[in-house]
């Protein structure tokens, strides 16, 4: 019988070895960058999901109250400024003591104290932020009539809402926050990053690239874009903040020639199909 003569195994030299050692480090960050990605992917769906439920609220609410969507007092004017997280500890949001006139986020609260919808729907799953237990014991929305000041909303609200109270130029040009809005009208969605810690909403454009126009994104989603609900209950991601009515700043009241020189966010919409998203990121 022939004998059959294997060649001795070669080991593994250091030259193996290095490039091994140079490829585990490039697969590592592929993996993670997959595993973020996947991650981010599902936080998207789950935000999403988020915003439905708070539509489907507004529309329950609505249904309740004329057609009419969420909010509290309102005092109207030429010049409407509204503000946000006041009057929490009020047992009743429409009483002296509750929120004051023109609270956007006493108006959002009122769909915990009327609505079966829960304080974890509030908050996005890729924010840094949990849900608000109204104090612990067996405290619930109806001990309060909004998120607690500027803390609370940062550490307990993910999402902004169209400011509910016009001033009179809005009131004239046919603004309504009611069931008769459009599907291209933007209702809620991440939080408006406002004007601080890198992000401005007020001096991007349609053109602005993509580094810029993250600056304009909300930071719920690492300035990639926002879940926006809309004004027939379906929710989209867009990628940048012009993406209401013909193109609208959805974050900011759109400038034109009624006294106010430049786009602002701590307003009122300009007309009815100006969205302005509120509370922003401050």
Known sequence: MKRVLFGRRRGATLVDLLVVAGLIPLFSVAFLACAQQRGEGSNRVRCASNLRQIGQAILLYANENRGVYPRTTFVGGEVVRPVWGTGAPATQPFDENGPHPNDV??????????????????????????????????????????????????RHLSYSYQNPYPDKAAEKSGFKLNTSLTAEFAVASDMNPGVVNGCNVLTVTTTASTSVMKTANSRNHDGDGQNVLYGDGHVEFQQNPFCGVNRDNIFARRAAASGFTSSEIINSSFDADDSVLLPCDQ
Not at 119 to 125: A, D, R, S
């Open 105 to 154: 986020t006493a108006a959002l609260f009122l769909l915990l104290r009327t609505q079966e919808i829960t304080p974890e729907v509030f908050t996005c799953p890729a924010a840094n932020q949990d849900r608000w237990d109204f104090g612990g014991g067996s405290n619930t929305a109806l001990k309060w009539s909004n998120w607690e000041g500027a803390d609370g909303i940062k």
